[in-house]
């Protein structure tokens, strides 16, 4: 009866699966999309293929420890999915550095896009992804479950395992650190604007 | 616009997976959820590492998730004596921490008062993590340093639950002043919370673990979460009352996640610990014992096990103080 798994909380439904393990494949129906957009932000859409298949054999194994007191799962996979992607976290790397030299982004690179977006968008896209390439890892993991998975403060040191201090602490370094660079990548284009008006 | 919306715009344009995108992760998890040893999965308590401000209002619904029955019957985890003297030094352990709390003031601090926690938490195979932050008592505000700068963070909302320090020692402070009342409580808030999952007929507490080994998880995880600030009669009454439940073990000559000698107090057969100081029986730690089940890759579960003893996880509060305020240890 979908109508009624669908009123399940995922405490719910892992609880259920632990009596009937097929019941788990609702957690993947639910939040697969989610987390595959996510690892396909930081390693593009075929390696977060093999991200959520093994974000979820391994949620599915760990099952039996979830708490089942946190009635909505997603930062226990995000959790599970974070260690996934750190297996790719050069690739990450890379691909940040090859959008900020070149402002070609080999992650997106064939999906629809409109040129004028493109160049519009441009010279912001390529100072950002060479502050997150910038940034330590685990800052990075922190901005990046608040900005694009939309994790709470909470929900990222559950996921991560942190306090929430650390949380704060990283998120507001993460920021600031971008903030800087964004700022000097400005400054460099006033420069060469004054060096042009010069020559 | 700030740097945060700037960051949620990079990349935007990558969209939702394709149904085929999706196929074989889910092929893969139906294959596993086919595969033998599925149907098998050992249940664990949960392993709430989330201290001082994080715990949420995991105060009585986190000590509860289910573990099989039978769990209970798996041998007791080396070194240090059989099953029998663990019984034995348990009730040794909780009646003389019973005691010697029992004759302690009550220490509440002021809701204004600061406290500094420093805290490690260890995970088999990976650096050891610490962290120092100060805490309101009233949980109305936290404080951490960055860069030799103290931040310090006022929450706009109340704090709620024992997702605090105050509440947490509330939670304790406002148990029963009896033993067996103090278990009729825990029993209260447990078919409070489990009731609605309790089978027609089943059992009136949960269908999957006694009584007592909810009863068990249900007060240790209260002391666990008051290790800031406990209200030290309320303590004693909850070792009295842990004394009552048959199968609790103790272990002695153990180290906490910072070398020091600890006491660690299980249900019979489960992996984890809490971690008393042997000379004031205050809460200092948690661990986790493989108990020869755990696989050193989760991905593949024929492979080889962490042996039993091995310590899968350990945290520890290395210090806790009163101060006057933040940035002061």
Redesign the interface.
Known sequence: MPGVESDRSDADVI?RS?EV??A??GL?DRH??AI??FA??RLG?QA??DV???T???A???????????SDARPWLYGIAVNVIGKHRRGEVRSLRALARTGV?P??DG???RADDRVA?GA??RE??AA?AALPAEHREV??L???ADLSY?EV??AL??????V??RL??A?RR??EE?ARADRDVVDKELSHERA | M???D????????????TDI??A???E???A??GAPG??Q????P?????????L???V???A???VLEGSGTSTPLAPGGGTEARVRLASQVLRAAASSLASQPAARPDPHQWIYGS?V?R?IGQPA?S???WSRFDGRQ???A??GQL?V?TSPVPPSGASYPMGAYHALASLPSSPTAVLRAADRTIVATRGS?APPGGSPIGHHQTRQQLEFQFLTQLLWQAAQAAPARAEAVVFRALATLPGVTAQSGITDAVGRPAIGLSDVGDEQQLLLDPRTYKVTGLRTISDGSW?MN??A?SGPKYPRGTVIESDAWVKIALVSRPGER
Not at chain 1, 161 to 166: C, F, L, W
């Open positions: 609880e632990q393990p097929e788990f494949a993947y697969a999309a595959f957009r396909a932000r859409r977060a293929e959520i298949a093994e979820f054999l391994a599915f194994w760990r099952r039996g420890r979830y708490d089942l007191s946190r982004d992650l997106t999906e629809f896009e968008a912001m896209r950002l992804a997150l901005l990046l608040v900005a694009w909470e040191g559950f395992g942190i306090p929430i201090g650390t704060r602490s507001s370094r920021r971008v903030r964004l | 700030n740097e945060l700037l960051v949620r715009e990079l990349r935007a344009d990558i969209g939702a997976p995108q999706l074989a992760g889910h893969q998890l139906l596993a959820i599925s149907r999965l050992r249940r664990r949960p392993r709430t590492r989330y201290l001082g401000g994080v949420a209002a995991a009585v619904a986190a509860l998730v289910l805290f938490a995970a993590q962290n120092e932050e936290s404080a951490y960055q860069d931040v963070h999952v696989p989760v991905m579960r």
